[in-house]
Each structure stands twice: as structure tokens, then as C-alpha cells.
């Protein structure tokens, strides 16, 4: 019998588990965005949200860093088939911001400074979706959508709106701009749900 590492092995295999079917292990850290980068700084940064009924709230960046920060250590995979295991962000969990705005809504449309959206069902933002605000111990670069970013890592990453600048609550779904344009109305990676049949 050869001579080869257990601890190797081991982790090759818990690795080949958590790629979804379609993708491949990357590790880098790709920069996919349909415009140019946006420049916010943190003091003209707001975060909207928009209830079914047209209320609205607005937090500073201070406030909704006030909600408080957790660290999300998760697995991202993108649509273009690339997965990274193991990335460590911080970030404010979403559902605080649904409170009280969140009746008679089932679905979600995400907005970004320079005019993205994508959209959600609301289960899928409800205790999985955070705002992020740092990628691997550093404030999150313009690149990838500082300064704060949502973060829906059980979905393809196409829903994980850079630039985040707010919620539209909506009591039907409707489609954004990805979804518009044939990509996935839900983008689940582990039932492939990539593209559109329409
Ligand atoms: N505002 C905005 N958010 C966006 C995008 C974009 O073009 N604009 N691209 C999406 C897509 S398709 C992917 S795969 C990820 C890429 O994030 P990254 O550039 O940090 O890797 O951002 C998503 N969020
Ligand atoms: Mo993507």
C-alpha cells in the first residue's frame, strides 16, 4: 500500500460534497458585476426598506451597524459555475429590518445603489440573509460591493445584491434584473436552478 495522507483525503472528500452539481472549487475570489463599481462611502449610505402597503424605514449606517454584527463562515456559489468554500464574513442579519413592514408580503425585491435588483421570496431572506459589511477580516471592498452587500449564501450568488441600498416588500413575486433576463426565478445551486425555461 502507498503512503498518503488521511487528513488529505479527508478533506478532499468533505470538499468534493459541498460543490454543488455544475460547479468547480475556486479560490479566488472572481469580480462578476453588469456596471461599473459604486462608490458610497459609509456616512451617505441608507438602507430602505419598503413595506407591501408603501411604508417606509431607513436606517444610517450606524444604526444598522448598531443592530450588531455576526460572523457567517459559509460556502458561495455562482451561477457562472464557480464555488468558494469557507469564506468568513461579518454582517448584520436581515430579519430585524422586516419588522413591522412585512405584512401581507411574500416576496422580495432587493435594490442596489446603480440600479440592480433581484428578488426573493421572503422565506429566504427570514433568518438566511444578512447585510454584509466585511469579507476575510477587512471592510468589503467597492469591488464586491462595499461598503455593505447582502448576503443570501444558499442561493447562486446573483442574488446576493452588491451595493445593497434597500427591501421593496411585495405581496406577489416579480422578477429582477437577472431574473429578467433568464436567469432562475429562485437560483437554489443544489437543484440547479440556473436558467429560465421561458
Ligand atoms: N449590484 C450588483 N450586485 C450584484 C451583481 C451586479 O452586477 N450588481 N452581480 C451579481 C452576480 S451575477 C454575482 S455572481 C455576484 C458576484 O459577486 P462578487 O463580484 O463579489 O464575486 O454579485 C451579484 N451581485
Ligand atoms: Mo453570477
Known amino acids: 500500500m502507498g503512503v498518503f495522507s488521511p487528513g488529505f483525503r479527508g478533506s478532499r472528500r468533505d470538499e468534493d460534497v459541498r460543490i454543488p452539481p455544475g460547479q468547480y472549487l475556486e479560490r479566488g475570489f472572481p469580480v462578476l458585476s453588469t456596471g461599473a463599481t459604486e462608490r458610497i462611502s459609509t456616512a451617505d449610505w441608507r438602507f430602505t426598506v419598503t413595506g407591501a402597503k408603501g411604508e417606509t424605514r431607513s436606517w444610517t449606517w450606524d444604526e444598522t451597524i448598531a443592530v450588531g454584527l455576526e460572523t457567517v463562515n459559509t460556502d458561495i456559489h455562482c451561477v457562472t459555475s464557480w464555488s468558494k468554500l469557507d469564506t468568513m464574513w461579518r454582517g448584520v442579519p436581515i430579519d430585524p429590518f422586516l419588522d413591522g413592514l412585512d405584512a401581507d408580503a411574500t416576496h422580495v425585491?432587493?435594490?442596489?445603489?446603480?440600479?440592480?435588483?433581484?428578488?426573493?421570496?421572503?422565506?429566504?431572506?427570514?433568518?438566511?440573509?444578512?447585510?454584509?459589511?466585511?469579507?476575510?477580516?477587512?471592510?468589503?471592498?467597492?469591488?464586491?460591493?462595499?461598503?455593505?452587500?447582502?448576503?443570501?449564501?444558499?442561493?447562486?450568488?446573483?442574488?446576493?445584491?452588491?451595493?445593497?441600498?434597500?427591501?421593496q416588500l411585495m405581496p406577489r413575486d416579480s422578477p429582477g434584473f437577472w431574473e429578467r433576463n433568464g436567469y432562475h426565478d429562485h437560483g437554489d445551486p443544489w437543484l440547479e436552478e440556473r436558467y429560465s425555461s421561458f
Do not use: C
Not at 125 to 137: K, M, P, Q, V, Y
Open 109 to 167: 425585491m432587493v435594490h442596489s445603489y446603480g440600479g440592480y435588483t433581484t428578488n426573493l421570496p421572503l422565506e429566504d431572506l427570514r433568518g438566511r440573509a444578512w447585510i454584509a459589511t466585511e469579507f476575510d477580516g477587512a471592510p468589503l471592498t467597492p469591488e464586491h460591493g462595499g461598503p455593505a452587500r447582502l448576503l443570501v449564501p444558499h442561493l447562486y450568488f446573483w442574488k446576493s445584491a452588491k451595493w445593497v441600498q434597500g427591501l
